[in-house]
């Protein structure tokens, strides 16, 4: 298969995913709001999980057609990513022990998120 339409394809799965995603997840939280807790609200919370599953899938789609050297970049923005993420976050950690605000864990994937793209940015930067 050809870069362009390889990554044609990932950015069509990808995309689909992302607004089933944002779909679940505005929708699953409007109509859970009012709910009383118990399994149903619990079960309509956790409705995002599936389009998130396929956004997974179609990176793991988009890795399996890249080449090898490519797939290689990739996955060094991804390694830098969760290391420095991981730094991060313990770092906080200690930082919550005296006294920071508490931080949820949906950071982790917003500060990781960042990190690749721009990561994935300075090395194509660097490269020309």
């Given amino acids: 298969m050809k870069e362009k339409e390889g ?3 990932y950015k069509t799965e990808l995309g689909i995913s992302m ?4 779909l679940a997840l ?6 859970a ?6 399994i149903t609200r619990t079960v309509l919370l956790l409705l ?3 389009p998130m599953a396929l956004a997974v899938w179609a990176i793991a789609r988009h890795f399996r057609r890249m080449d090898e050297y490519l797939r290689l970049r990739a996955l060094e923005s991804v390694a830098v990513a ?7 976050s313990v770092t906080y950690g200690f930082l919550e022990s005296a006294g ?3 931080v949820t ?3 982790v994937w917003s500060v990781m998120g960042l990190v690749w793209g721009a990561h994935a940015c300075l090395r194509c930067l660097i490269s020309r």
């Fill in 7 to 9: 990554n044609r394809k």
């Fill in 19 to 22: 607004v089933l995603y944002m």
């Fill in 26 to 31: 505005f929708g699953s939280l409007y109509f």
């Fill in 33 to 38: 709001k009012p709910m009383e807790d118990g």
């Fill in 48 to 50: 995002p999980v599936i």
């Fill in 82 to 88: 969760a290391a420095i993420t991981a730094g991060l």
């Fill in 100 to 102: 920071f605000p508490k």
């Fill in 105 to 107: 864990m949906f950071w």
